[in-house]
């Protein structure tokens, strides 16, 4: 585990395979994503390093049901006064209720998903959902925060928006692996461009991915123009 400061408010814990996100407001902790199965020792760690008890963490906000950002959601959930946010359309996968739906690789992306060992990552455990989310609700930190639908990556994927801070966590609509752009590994592809394109549209000073580097305010210009591939 590794912690980032990216602003005083914001850090980024590095994990084995995804980042998440530390948010302070005072002595409340919102995480965004939890990586995958079995690192919430990790997270309490980084919450530690920080100088706060792991009761500083309120609320958990997943930006989509797959197993390398929802992963430790179900640990998390176990946490005294813990409470998990979700986009209701991923809500039942998250849940257990549903098995997640089968990927929609292209070739390439196929080729991907092994070479980066994803095949081998474990499942999510199945995890409480106490809030169910919708486009345009608000999620009471960082000032107000706003929730995106950003259907495409999966149905119930979201990005969350703090207008206040300029911050907004992509989910995996959007990725800096290499260089900043569409992500990768969609359910369906022409939604998720769709999404991709409203994200582009937003004021954001720090762009906050799924994978990778945050993206500063001067490259997310450029996504506007050069994020989406030709097809
Ligand atoms: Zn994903």
Known sequence: ????ELRPELHLVRLSFAPVYLWRDGDTLTLIDTGIAAESGEIAAAI??????????????????????????GELAAWPGVRVLAHRADAPVLRGEVPGPPPNFTPAEARLHRQV??????????????????????????????????PGHTDGSIAVWLPAAGVLFTGDTVSNVGEPRFGVFHLDRP????????????????????????????????????GLPEA
């Open 48 to 73: 530690e390093l920080l100088g706060l008890p792991t009761a500083a963490l309120r609320t958990v906000v997943l930006t989509h049901c797959h197993q390398d950002h929802a992963g430790s959601a």
């Open 117 to 150: 060992g994803a095949h081998l990552l474990p499942a999510a455990p199945p995890t409480r959902v106490d809030r169910e989310l919708a486009d345009g609700d608000t999620i009471e930190f960082g000032g107000g925060a706003v929730v995106v639908g950003t």
């Open 1 to 4: 585990m590794e912690l980032v």
């Open 191 to 226: 939604a998720a461009m769709a999404s991709f394109r409203r994200l582009t549209e937003l004021p954001v000073t720090l762009g906050c991915v799924g994978h990778g580097a945050p993206i500063t305010e001067r490259e997310w210009v450029t996504l506007r123009e050069d």
